[in-house]
């Protein structure tokens, strides 16, 4: 059902809209954790309004919606992007490529390969790693490109280490192995990238997640009262719509 008008998706959504999300302590660091689910979430990517300009906030997000009828529920940034907050990777947003794959290495970690691709199927998520996804591409209705993967097939990412020194207030995504529930999480403190793909893995047991982005990462989870607001615009924004009540 995922690009069908949005009056038509909210009328056939499960009663159900708000994402599952709670706060908990792993290795001694707290992080915000919120399940999506396949069945019963609208989970999008978005990145320009109707007048062709960005986002940027989850606030104009949340106002653009409710203009339609709708509201943003939780919201998170979706990757890495440039300095005009274009994506730097492969970009679907209903059913179009607006980016293509990025599949050479680089600076930064959108370049600390393997990367790889969170896609928003039709009836499930999914995150590939990126020589994996462009082997056999999904029809993604919408997908973002970011790096480093945090978990690939159960192994932490080979450059990962225990006492690594950067840290950052970090988020990601994992996605459990059915595909029906796609964990998203954000330190509430800066760690490292072994304990953030440890989280996934050992905490969440989930076989492959993603980096997204760590300093500018935000999370906006309205039941707990996070609205993510920061001083620094976003690029694209992964965000349940949910009806207007």
Not at 61 to 76: I, K, P, S, V
Not at 143 to 154: D, K, R
Not at 173 to 199: P, W
Request: with cysteine.
């Amino acid at each position: 059902m995922r690009g069908w008008p949005l009056l038509l998706l909210l009328a056939l959504a499960a009663p159900s809209y708000a994402a599952d999300c709670r706060e908990e302590t792993f290795l001694g660091e707290g992080f915000v954790i919120c399940d999506i689910h396949a069945s019963q979430d609208d989970l999008r990517v978005f990145l320009k309004d109707k007048d062709g300009d960005v986002f940027g906030r989850f606030s104009r997000l949340d106002a653009a919606l409710n203009e339609e009828g709708a509201r943003l529920g939780f919201a998170t940034n979706a990757g890495m992007y440039h300095d005009d907050r274009r994506p730097v990777g492969y970009y679907v947003e209903n059913g179009k490529e607006l980016q293509a794959v990025i599949s050479t290495d680089g600076p930064g970690n959108f370049g600390l390969l393997p990367n790889g691709i969170f896609c928003v199927r039709e009836d499930d998520f999914a995150v590939i790693e990126t020589q994996l996804f462009l082997a056999n591409p999904p029809e993604c209705v919408f997908a973002t490109q970011s790096g480093p993967m945090l978990v690939i097939e159960g192994d932490l990412h080979p450059r990962f280490l225990p006492d690594g020194s950067s840290t950052y207030v970090r988020n990601g995504v994992g996605v459990s192995e059915d595909g029906e529930i796609a964990s998203f999480a954000i330190s509430k403190n800066a760690v490292n990238f072994h304990t953030f793909g440890r989280l996934f893995r050992d905490h969440l047991s989930l076989k492959n997640a993603l980096y997204l982005d760590g300093n500018i990462s935000r999370m906006r989870v309205p039941e707990l009262g996070l609205d993510g607001a920061g001083f620094v615009a976003l690029g694209p924004i992964l965000g349940v719509v949910e009806p207007l009540e």
